[in-house]
């Protein structure tokens, strides 16, 4: 296998994998996540930045070398599936492990309840599983399910947010998006559709995972930096819910009606918002023009058809890259503690063109 030497440690053809097609990435030590990809039909699965930073080992971690074919893989889901995001997400792990032919796969969803996710992972470590694949609700509270994994030396991949915890000890790896980059695109589209004059309500995701306050970090502190006529004028969480969504832009559209830009934290928040603007009597994407993240059919065609503005993708399909992962990493090499996937976005000039890549 051809390895790459890198710093301390030799990091593996796989460590460096992008999904698509298991193609390889450049392993130089970039420093920084790549720019965004502009639209091909390669975004459709995602796409390992080049991997910079420290890595592990199982020699780090300590634990067994394993086949993934003779294995039981557990993966545990966070939220429920009423969101494109998490069933666009269950199905890649699903269908991974299926063209790995794992031994065995056992999946499990949280409903959104950290309790549940911590029993959940628990269960699966009781089934036999002995390599763990988290998609963790929130960034903190896991404690307890990841000292389970800990105290048997089961590999823990987490997927999509980040965990305040220690890679390569508390799990191996993160893979995942940048999430700050993601607030920061959404504010430049906002920024570029409304010709720098726009007085904003954000819409905000689930509060205590860092993918909340990551995209509005980002996003605030683009708008700070180059929307000097860009105006906040209110905050309020949607929990990532396209009902909580429209019920509170319904509200912030009542007490601030000169309202013209929604950023919404993700698609079915600014999907809600959408029927909002409609309620209100206004012509969505005109009127008040809408920003959000994830990459969602339901959005993307909204964009084709100009009731809607933007869309920075938050690409959910981790199974050939996690699987990827680990495959490398059970296999003694080392991988990436960080691994930064490239995320694309749409607007009007490319929607159309791309829609079919969204989720
Ligand atoms: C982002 C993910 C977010 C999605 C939402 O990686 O954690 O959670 O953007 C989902 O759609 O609720």
């Given at each position: 296998m051809k390895t790459y030497r890198k710093g301390r440690a030799l990091l593996s053809a796989a460590a460096c994998v992008a999904a698509v097609g298991l193609v390889l990435t450049g392993c130089t030590n970039t420093g920084t996540t790549s720019s965004a990809s502009t639209g091909s039909a390669t975004d459709a699965?995602?796409?390992a930045a080049a991997v910079s930073g420290?890595?592990?080992?199982l020699a780090d971690y300590k634990g067994d070398k394993i086949d993934l074919t003779q294995a039981i893989v557990g993966f545990s889901q966070s939220e429920k599936e009423d969101n494109p995001f998490r069933i666009a997400e269950t199905q890649s792990i699903t269908d991974e492990a299926a063209k790995i032919?794992?031994?065995k796969f056992i999946k499990t969803n949280a409903q959104s309840t950290l309790s549940k996710q911590i029993s959940d992972i628990n269960d699966l470590i009781s089934q036999g599983a002995q390599v763990l694949i988290v998609?963790?609700?929130?960034?903190d509270g896991l404690e307890p399910a990841l000292k389970a994994a800990r105290d048997k030396n089961i590999p823990v991949i987490t997927i999509d947010r980040k965990l305040n915890a220690t890679a390569c000890s508390d799990y191996v790896s993160f893979l995942g998006s940048n999430f700050v980059q993601q607030g920061q695109r959404a504010a430049d589209q906002l920024i570029a559709g409304t010709k720098g004059t726009a007085k904003v309500a954000v819409l905000l995701g689930s509060s205590g995972n860092g993918v909340?306050?990551?995209r509005t970090s980002g996003f605030v502190d683009e708008i700070k930096a180059k929307g000097p006529g860009i105006t906040i004028?209110?905050?309020q969480t949607g929990d990532f819910a396209r009902d909580k969504g429209q019920s509170v832009t319904e509200q912030l559209l009542q007490s601030n009606p000169d309202i013209t830009a929604i950023y919404a934290e993700n698609d079915e928040?600014?999907?809600?918002?959408?029927?909002?603007i409609i309620a209100a009597g206004k012509t969505p994407g005109k009127d008040i023009q809408i920003y959000s993240i994830d990459g969602t059919k339901n959005a993307v065609s909204q964009i084709v058809t100009g009731a809607y503005n933007g869309v920075i993708e938050s690409n959910p399909r981790f199974g050939p890259l996690a699987f990827a992962t680990l495959k490398s990493f059970l296999a003694g090499d080392a991988v990436g503690q960080d691994i930064v996937i490239q995320d694309s976005q749409y607007d009007s000039s490319n929607a159309a063109a791309k829609v079919d890549s969204a989720f």
């Open positions: 699965a995602q796409t420290p890595t592990c080992s032919g794992v031994k998609a963790p609700l929130n960034s909340t306050t990551d004028v209110a905050q928040m600014g999907l809600g918002a959408q029927a909002a």
